[in-house]
């Protein structure tokens, strides 16, 4: 098969490869100050009834200018969007909360409102999503559907393996303020 192929050219060409579809043996987490700690793992491991803290990142993403003012971002570079992997032994229920823990702020401060997003996905096709807007915190609960395509779950999730992206949309907003920090973190749990 396809693995097989691809495990003779590597063989051909000397290169010894111990890396699976979820990155766990990766080891490059960037160069840059500050944001190679939220790279790494891949994948976070995601246990039903624990809580994970996990961090975006929009270091390697944000221009400035020559006073150092931030100018923009696209959302779309490395550490801007984070991986969850959950995998399920048997149909479940579920619901998934994300909450900014601690709640960003600038630097006199004051505090400023993320906007945490939840993309889940199995076997590659999207079956949930959390893109409620709401300041802070995201909840998709089992059968969620607001309507509009933004927010939508399935009653009950199937046995198997699960990834789940998540961002802070304030990231890629046209309207993020100039002291949004780049690092925010969210509290993530499945129950």
């Not at 490059?28 to 793992?41: E, F, I, Q």
């Not at 390697?60 to 399920?88: E, H, I, Q, T």
């Not at 900014?100 to 505090?111: I, L, M, S, V």
């Not at 915190?137 to 089992?142: G, K």
């Amino acid at each position: 098969g396809k693995n097989s192929f691809i495990n003779s050219l590597l063989l051909a060409e000397d290169i010894t490869s111990d890396v699976d579809i979820w990155g766990s043996m990766e080891t490059n987490a960037g160069a840059l100050a500050g944001v190679s700690a939220d790279v790494l793992p891949v994948y976070t491991d995601l246990t039903l009834g624990a809580t994970v803290n996990i961090c975006v990142n929009a270091g390697y993403d944000a221009y400035y200018d020559d006073a150092g003012v931030r100018l923009s971002s696209d959302g779309n570079k490395l550490a801007d969007y984070r991986y969850l992997r959950l995998d399920l032994s048997a149909d479940t229920a579920i619901t998934f909360e994300m909450t900014a823990n601690p709640t960003p702020e600038d630097g006199a401060g004051d505090t400023l409102d993320s906007d945490p997003d939840i993309q889940i996905l199995k076997d590659g096709a999207l079956i949930a999503r959390g893109w409620s807007g709401t300041a802070n915190s995201e909840v998709l609960v089992p059968g969620a559907d607001d309507g509009t395509g933004y927010v939508f779950a399935p009653s009950t999730y199937s046995a198997g393996t699960y990834a789940l992206e998540i961002n802070d949309w304030m990231h890629e907003s046209d309207s993020i303020p100039a002291e949004y920090p780049e690092r925010v973190c969210f509290d993530f749990t499945a129950n």
